[in-house]
Each structure stands twice: as structure tokens, then as C-alpha cells.
């Protein structure tokens, strides 16, 4: 039993005038400087004179205005000083003292906002960040996909069934997942709800992490099936062990001192979702009270997607004018000079703990588009956190048409991410997963087969890694961690 398993996450009200951007308690000097006054030709709104790749055809615009000016008037669901805490920890995170952990799900659901759903995202996030703890001798800033992780981009705009066109499901926050008119009918309502759902999962969030996570059951106990698994190299198996050995005995020595003035005391848990939908990003972007700065507080980190990194695009205008830390996901086709443009959008005055680049490469391309990106941004002497997101350049289809992902090859493009950082001399400062803590059998990998994927297939958009799968990545991460850091 661990005791009192104390969370700093901040669970402050905020009014709508709020956003002082005072500092946080225990707030890391590298916050400074802070965010510069917006520029002068951008508002909340001014993405909405730039083309969006992944615009929402509401046919109402009438109703999205109403439901816009009510999300206007609620309370943020977030507050600046907790996102300029993340921004901070991030800072540090640049300098290689710190390690990002971002997880959650794919699509989330309203559907899913249950207690028992979100403790179990919520255990198996903090379990993996003790094992990367334990592995890279770093503090591990947990940051989830969730409470807005309603809007998913998509491939094409509509689906084909049977003859019947429709528009494709976007996420919750857009339409319904049914194919059924009604239901894939884009609805402004629906932002609102999301709006409340996201404002209940974070609610809980908060609570559990004040005191629910004092009952983590002991490492030992965790099912790691795959030590058991045949096969395994004894060195792996080892190593695993060892890692389970001393996480156990860094909790057991946690519990004696009463879990206090330890890093391991601290479980502070902070939310991130694509800023996809600017109406509703936009509703909820606030000014700071103190000068000329804006936030977002739909979440502490909005990133911007692969389909949606377009310069001059409304993604990339919105975001440039915000002061939240931001998240872009670079994919294979993305050109050096094209990183280092964003860098000057989003990013003119340098801020520490602004900008985390999230490679989504693939197995099989990330050991060439990788290593040309490391070095352009290390030569212009640009601050980043780099962080792998080895899920969506890793997305296959089996021959019965199932989306699916292999295990092998998400821990190939892990390792080939970290061979491209050890070459360059840059570090790699966090990983992403699309995770569930439900069992699953959406990767392939592990217990699941192909044949396996239809027994609990239950994600809307993209598969995601099992509690089991994504434990034995953590440890598989772990295992690289220590054999590179000194
Ligand atoms: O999560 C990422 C994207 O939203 C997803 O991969 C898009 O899926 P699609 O190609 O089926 O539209
Ligand atoms: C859409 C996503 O990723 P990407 O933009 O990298 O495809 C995602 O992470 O949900």
C-alpha cells in the first residue's frame, strides 16, 4: 500500500475574467520570460480568414454562433497558471531533466466518461510513468489524451456503405459515430456536451489523483504477462525484473518516509487534445488580465495535427496567437524548412517549454525523414522537446479491412527514433500512445493475433494499445533508457 500518494494537480476555480498568469507554487524559474504580448493583427478569431483543411460543414451557422457565445460565457476548464506550470515543466524537459509521458485515447467518447473507464487510463498512465522513471532517473510529466480529445481529423471527408455516402464520423465533438444521417449530420450542440463532459472527466481526474492513487497495488503484483511470455531473451527478462525490483523498493522506501518531499508523492496528471475544432478552441481562449496574452483553456497543451501543420492554414493561425505550451505532429513528408517555418510562426520569441515536436515517422521511414529534421533545428539552435509518437505513422489494414497497428513495429520505430537521437546528440524527451487501460484488442502484439482483433475491437477511429501492451512498451523503454543514460 502506498500512503498519501499527494497530487499537486491544481484544482483552482476560474472565472471567466481569469487567467493571471501568476506563478505557479513550486513554478521553475524557466518559466521566464513569459509569453510576449499577442501580435497585433491576431485574435481569437482571426483563424477564421485562413482555409481549414478539416473545417466542420455545420448548416446552421446561426446555431453554432449560439452555442459558441454560451461556451463564451462558461467557466474555462482549465486555468494559465496551471498551463504556464506545464510550460515550465516542459522548459525543463528541453534541457534533458525531465521526460514526457502523453497517452490516452484515440477518439474519446462521451459515451466513455464513466468512473471505471477513466481509472483505468489514469492507472495505467501512472504506472507507466514510474516504470520510465525508474528507467530514465528523470521526473516524468504525465499528460493525457483526454477531457477534449473529442475531434478526430479524417482521411476523407466522407464514407461510402452499401452505396450510401455520408459524411465521416469526426470525433464526438462533430457528429455521431452511427451510419445513419441523422447521426453523421454535424451538430453544434454537440460542442456543448463535450464541453461538459470534458469539464466532468477532469472533475474526477482531479479527485482521484488528490487520493485515489494512494491504493496503486505493488509493481511485483502488475500483470506483465509478456515476462512470462516465451521467448524473451533472459536479458530482456532480466532487465524487466530488475526495473520491477526497483520501483518496488523506491515505493516500499516512499512508504516509510510517508510518501512526503518525494517526487514519487507528486501525481499531478495534465490534459491535451488536437486543437481541431477552432469554433470551440476559439469560445474558450481567454486573455490574461495582466497584459496582452491569450490562453486556451479548453486544455493545458493543444497540439496541431499532421493534416492541419499547413503555414498559413487557420490551425496554425489560431495556435501562433495563444500562450498554452503546443504540441505538432510532424509525419514523414514534412521538409526541414517546413519545421523551421512553423518554429518562426509559432514560436518568434523562443519561449522555454513552448514548442514539443511529435514525430509520427513510421518503422520503415523514420531512420531517413528523422535524422535531417534532428539536425536542422539543432544547427538554428531552436528549443524543442522532441517527443515519438510511434502510432500513427504505424497504422495498417488487415486483408478483412480492420485498422489495425503492430506492437513490433510500434517498439521498431521507438528504437530507430532513439538511434536517430543518440546519432545527432539530441534527446529524446517523451513518447505518445494512443492507450487504453481496458483490455483491448485492437495492436496486434502480445496475446493478441489477428485473428484475436474482433473480440474487443471498441475504438471509434485508430486502435490502441491494451493495459498489457502498453505496460511492456513502457518497460521496453525503459530498458533503452538505461542503457543510454549515464
Ligand atoms: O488519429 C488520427 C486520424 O484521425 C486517423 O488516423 C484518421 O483516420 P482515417 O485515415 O481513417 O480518416
Ligand atoms: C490525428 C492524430 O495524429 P496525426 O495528426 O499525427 O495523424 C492524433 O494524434 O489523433
Known amino acids: 500500500m502506498i500512503h498519501e500518494i499527494a497530487t499537486s494537480t491544481p484544482a483552482r476555480s476560474s472565472s471567466n475574467s481569469e487567467v ?10 524557466l518559466a521566464r520570460p513569459r509569453p510576449p504580448a499577442r501580435a497585433s493583427d491576431w485574435s481569437p478569431t482571426s483563424w477564421k480568414n485562413k482555409p481549414d483543411p478539416q473545417a466542420t460543414r455545420y448548416d446552421e451557422p446561426a446555431a453554432v ?12 476548464l ?26 490516452g485515447d484515440c477518439a474519446e467518447t462521451m459515451r466513455d466518461c464513466r468512473a471505471g473507464t477513466i481509472v483505468k487510463k489514469l492507472d495505467i498512465l501512472l504506472k507507466m510513468s514510474l516504470v520510465l522513471l525508474v528507467g530514465g532517473r528523470r521526473p516524468v510529466v504525465r499528460v493525457g489524451r483526454f477531457a477534449g480529445q473529442y475531434a478526430k481529423p479524417r482521411s476523407r471527408p466522407t464514407e461510402l456503405r452499401g452505396g450510401l455516402e455520408l459524411p465521416s464520423y469526426f470525433g464526438d465533438l462533430v457528429n455521431g459515430p452511427e451510419f445513419t444521417p441523422e447521426a453523421r449530420r454535424p451538430d453544434p450542440e454537440r460542442m456543448l456536451a463535450c464541453y461538459q463532459h470534458a469539464a466532468m472527466t477532469l472533475n474526477f481526474v482531479r479527485s482521484f489523483s488528490a487520493g485515489g492513487l494512494s491504493d496503486l497495488e505493488r509493481p511485483e503484483r502488475w500483470s506483465l504477462s509478456f515476462s512470462e511470455r516465451d521467448g524473451l531473451p533472459a536479458a530482456v527478462r532480466e532487465s524487466f525484473q530488475a526495473t520491477t525490483r526497483q520501483l518496488g523498493d523506491a515505493l516500499r522506501c516512499m512508504d516509510a518516509l510517508g510518501g512526503a518531499g518525494n517526487e514519487l ?7 491535451s487534445h488536437e486543437a481541431l475544432n477552432l469554433h470551440y478552441e476559439s ?5 490574461a488580465p495582466d497584459r496582452d496574452a491569450y490562453y486556451d483553456l479548453t486544455t493545458h497543451m493543444p497540439w496541431l495535427g499532421e493534416r492541419t501543420r499547413v503555414s498559413g492554414g487557420a ?13 505538432i505532429k510532424l509525419g514523414p513528408t514534412v521538409s526541414p524548412v517546413d519545421v523551421l517555418r512553423l518554429l518562426d510562426t509559432l514560436n518568434p520569441g523562443e519561449i ?26 539543432k544547427r538554428a539552435g531552436r528549443r524543442v522537446l522532441w517527443v515519438c509518437d510511434p502510432m500513427h505513422g504505424n497504422t495498417i489494414t488487415t486483408s478483412s479491412g480492420v485498422k489495425t497497428r503492430e506492437f513490433a513495429s510500434i517498439l521498431r520505430e521507438i528504437e530507430r527514433t532513439y538511434d536517430a537521437h543518440d546519432a545527432c546528440g539530441t534527446y529524446l524527451g517523451g513518447v505518445h500512445f494512443e492507450l487504453t487501460g481496458d483490455d483491448v484488442t485492437e495492436c496486434i502484439g502480445g496475446s493478441v493475433r489477428e485473428e484475436d482483433l474482433s473480440r474487443a475491437y471498441e475504438t471509434l477511429c485508430d486502435p490502441r494499445l491494451n493495459q498489457a501492451q502498453a505496460l511492456e512498451l513502457s518497460y521496453c523503454i525503459a530498458r533503452r533508457m538505461r542503457a543510454t543514460s549515464p
Open 20 to 29: 493571471a498568469a501568476e506563478r505557479a507554487p513550486g513554478e521553475s524559474p
Open 65 to 76: 454562433e449560439r452555442v459558441v457565445s454560451r461556451i463564451e460565457e462558461l467557466p474555462p
Open 265 to 271: 508523492s507528486r501525481v499531478e496528471f495534465f490534459t
Open 315 to 327: 490551425h496554425v493561425e489560431f495556435l501562433r496567437g495563444i500562450s498554452n505550451p503546443i504540441g
Open 352 to 377: 522555454p517549454g513552448r514548442i514539443v515536436l511529435i514525430t509520427r515517422m513510421g518503422a520503415t521511414r523514420v531512420g531517413d525523414a528523422l535524422p535531417p529534421l534532428l539536425e536542422v533545428v
Open 78 to 103: 482549465v486555468s494559465s497558471w496551471e498551463v504556464e506550470r506545464l510550460r515550465s515543466l516542459i522548459a525543463e524537459a528541453q534541457l534533458g531533466r525531465r521526460f514526457v509521458l502523453q497517452g
Open 283 to 287: 469560445a474558450q481562449t481567454r486573455p
